[in-house]
């Protein structure tokens, strides 16, 4: 079988138009390409949300390499803002562009063509698993979570799994994930009550009691940071009254927070002190408060050690950069991985993902490549 050009795969990635939650063709060119190699392909498709799971090896080999990354993007936004196609795959001057090219089909066409090469010329005494979903960028409810799910249920596994997430902030090699921060979001609906501002002592203004609590809230200090994370982080993104008029006191106020939370905490801890702080000011004030929490992930942290040495080292070897262990960044999908077994994330230099003319050095796709591949092979050595 003919090596695997992963430029070429990114391309043709980028002309699938996969916005979430539409697939696009992605995982279908996917799974003809892995079939083609002899991984074993199942989808994992769960609701609108598509997924493929592909293995080469023996099902449940105690040495199992896995790769977990997505297909699906954003939307383009403005469509007259960009200089070239969103979905055009066009080169100019050695950079690919299109939606998706950074955020993460280099990554997924970088480790699938690493995969399918190694397997191919140096068979390993193991195997090599593959978990590619449409819904990272979505609520990502059926995408990783349907493919851990559907391999609990089939008796797969994966040892380690690398998860091909743009992570370098700067250069290529500069930064591996070995952890995220946990992510919550808060809605705050505040009912006080209604009447005439020049006759305030006649109402209960609920915005007195929300600017108070967003006070509280966003001028705590939520901890001092650990060892391989920062401070704790909460935002108030948005406050509103939907009142027009300035001679009326309105009736509700509703406000949110974002708290991006290290290991100090866990989402049902901040969740506890978030409905204590809203009763304290429901006596204060006189009003009532409706809490509503969602929570998108807890912080987790892959102690450094075997599978973030072996990446390091791999990365090390190909780019020269020694890069730093973090977990800074938003969440991923690892945040789902990490209950199924080590995980740590190595990806491209994610500067333009999500931007508009998205972008990606094809020097940067082909040294991925060779990364991954050096992983792989250090793996099974």
């Known amino acids: 079988m003919p090596t695997i050009d992963p430029v070429e795969l990114t391309a043709d990635l980028i ?6 939650p539409v697939e696009g063709g ?45 297909t699906d993007v954003v939307p383009i936004g403005d469509a007259s803002a960009w200089t070239v196609d969103p979905f055009g795959a066009e080169v100019k001057d050695g950079i690919l ?9 280099s990554g997924v066409a970088a480790f699938a063509a690493a995969a399918i090469d190694f397997v191919t010329n140096t068979p390993p005494n193991g195997a090599v698993v593959l978990t590619i979903t449409g819904d990272e960028e979505g609520d990502a409810t059926d995408g990783t979570t349907a493919l851990l799910d559907y391999m609990d249920t089939a008796g797969e596994q994966m040892t380690v799994c690398l998860v091909g997430e743009p992570t370098c ?7 591996i994930k070995i952890g995220r921060r946990g992510s919550m979001t808060a809605w ?30 966003a001028s705590h200090q939520l901890d001092k940071g650990t060892e391989h994370f920062d401070p704790s982080t909460l935002a108030v993104v948005t406050v509103d ?20 939370f290290n290991d100090t905490h866990t989402g049902a801890s901040l969740s506890d002190w978030l409905q204590s702080e809203a009763n304290k000011i429901c006596e204060e004030f006189g009003v009532t408060i409706d809490t509503k929490i969602k929570i998108s992930g807890e912080s987790f942290l892959t102690q450094p050690g ?76």
Not at 15 to 20: L, M, N
Not at 243 to 251: E, G, K, L, R
Not at 325 to 345: I, M, Y
């Open 15 to 20: 002309r699938c138009q996969s916005v979430t």
């Open 26 to 70: 992605a995982l279908v060119l996917l799974e003809r390409l892995l079939s083609d190699a002899g991984f074993e392909c199942t989808r994992a498709d769960r609701g609108e949300i598509s997924n493929l799971f592909a293995r080469w090896g023996a099902k449940g080999h105690e040495k199992t390499f896995g790769f977990n990354g997505h």
């Open 97 to 105: 562009y299109g939606r998706g090219s950074t955020d993460m089909k």
């Open 169 to 175: 902030p700067n250069q290529m090699g500069d930064m």
């Open 188 to 217: 705050f609906t505040v009912t006080g009550v209604q009447g005439h501002s020049a006759y305030p002592h006649r109402a209960n203004n609920p915005l007195n009691a929300m600017v108070r609590l967003m006070d509280r809230l």
């Open 241 to 260: 009254t939907g009142n027009p008029a300035t001679n009326v006191i309105p009736a509700q106020a509703t406000s949110a927070v974002n708290i991006r």
């Open 306 to 381: 075997p599978l973030s040495t072996l990446v390091a080292g791999a990365v090390e070897a190909e780019t020269g950069v020694r890069p730093e262990l973090s977990t800074t960044g938003g969440t991923s999908d690892a945040r789902f991985v990490k209950n199924h077994c080590p995980v740590v994330e190595f990806g491209l230099v994610g500067k333009t993902m999500h931007q508009v003319d998205e972008h990606v050095e094809i020097d940067h796709i082909k040294q991925l490549k060779s990364i991954y591949s050096k992983i792989l092979a250090d793996y099974f050595a």
